[in-house]
């Protein structure tokens, strides 16, 4: 029987990649659904490959222009009602949250309630709230699933093995573009420089995030929730080659890792399928090409964006929404060349020391949290 998926962000990275799955095993998966952004000329595309039959786009003009061109049958939505339409209003049994920012956050909750299965790609929908999110996914017994490869690692490394015999985690870090740049030579990076990553192809925010070390700040917060483990119990490595993708210890001292080329559509395709596993037309690892691979104790002071999200993640509350929030909007304003590089991590500072935190909040309590810091760092 094949799977029924609904994807957010389509034409995104993930999303494109999600599809890329998709389409190499018709045997498996049958697209129920799509919401994407703007980008109308990849959605129409992939709304004639895969025949969903349901779409969702970012506003009602791009709704009204697509549903002249759309085959009979497809329904169009729009804006925040239509992403949480595809993600619940369907006959769909997972959704892929592949949306970028804290938009996801609705429509996940409201899949979630309908007892969808989650594979989850959107961090800031448990960065901002993870309370909320694992405890709605306990009480309706959703499974979620993580698709960021180095969750998708610890997801692994965890298959059948005892919780309380779990010692620590450690998330790898490739450094991203500028790993190898001291904080003086940051002083002048373009934009240019930062979207070039050495390893990933992934969208223009999680490059820069990846550059500033946020990403994997977002992902330590991330991993706090899926795994239910303290901060100091989670860990950070260096590892430029991208090709251990995370790794866990065990009470014993015995280490498991999951290592493989750096191929999003791996950890994409393993949350589809899970719990079974299917073939990948992908380039298979040889450790033997790849020789020697390094690490780095991860230095707080050259990537400071990281120790504020271990900070946030400790205070909790409405600290991990407002460091989100505040950074969404300092790449925005790098990418329009606004502000450098390094007034991303002096924003997402100065956001944070105005903010006073407030403890286990509900969700109109994050939404005013989120639109304040959008404000602040907007200033």
Request: proline share 4%; hydrophobic share 40%.
């Amino acid at each position: 029987m094949t799977k029924k998926i609904a994807l957010l962000g389509s034409t995104g990275s993930i999303g494109t990649q999600t599809l890329q799955v998709i389409d190499e095993h018709p045997e498996l998966f049958e697209v129920e659904a799509l919401a994407a952004g703007s980008n109308i000329e990849l959605v129409l595309k992939q709304i004639h490959q895969f025949r969903p039959s349901k779409v969702s786009v970012a506003s009602r003009e791009a709704a009204e222009s697509l549903k002249a061109q759309v085959p009979a049958g497809t329904k169009v939505y729009y804006g925040e009602e239509g992403l949480v339409e595809i993600a619940a209003g369907t006959q769909a049994d997972t959704v892929v949250t592949a949306v970028t920012g804290s938009m996801g956050l609705p429509a996940t909750l409201a899949a979630i309630d309908e007892g969808k299965t989650i594979a989850l790609a959107n961090k800031e929908t448990l960065v901002t709230a993870g309370h909320i999110v694992m405890q709605r996914a306990a009480d309706k017994n959703v499974a979620i699933l993580p698709v960021d490869s180095e969750h998708s690692a610890i997801f692994q490394c965890l298959n059948g093995e005892p919780r309380e015999r779990l010692h620590s985690l450690t998330l790898t870090a490739s450094g991203g573009s500028f790993r190898h740049l001291s904080r003086e030579q940051l002083r002048d990076v373009t934009v240019e420089d930062a979207l070039k990553h050495p390893n990933w192809s992934m969208g223009a925010k999680i490059t820069i995030d990846s550059a500033t070390m946020v990403n994997k700040g977002l992902e330590v917060i991330e991993a706090h929730w899926l795994f239910g483990l303290g901060y100091e119990e989670i860990n950070v490595l260096l590892h430029p080659e991208s090709i251990i993708h995370s790794f866990v210890e065990f009470t014993d001292t015995s280490i498991i890792a999951q290592l493989g080329n750096p191929d999003m559509r791996v950890p994409i395709q393993y949350a589809l399928t899970y719990p079974d596993r299917a073939s990948l037309n992908a380039k298979r690892l040889s450790l033997a090409e790849v020789a020697q691979l390094n690490f780095r104790k991860m230095d707080f002071d050259r990537f400071p964006c990281l120790r504020m999200a271990y900070e946030c993640g400790r205070m909790g509350g409405t600290a991990p929404t407002v460091f989100n929030a505040a950074n969404e909007v300092a790449v925005a304003r790098f990418l329009r060349r606004e502000i450098s590089f390094l007034q991303i991590e002096d924003t997402l500072e100065k956001v944070m020391q105005r903010h006073e935190v407030i403890a286990h909040p509900d969700l109109d309590t994050i939404r005013e949290a989120d639109t304040w810091a959008r404000r602040i760092a907007a200033e």
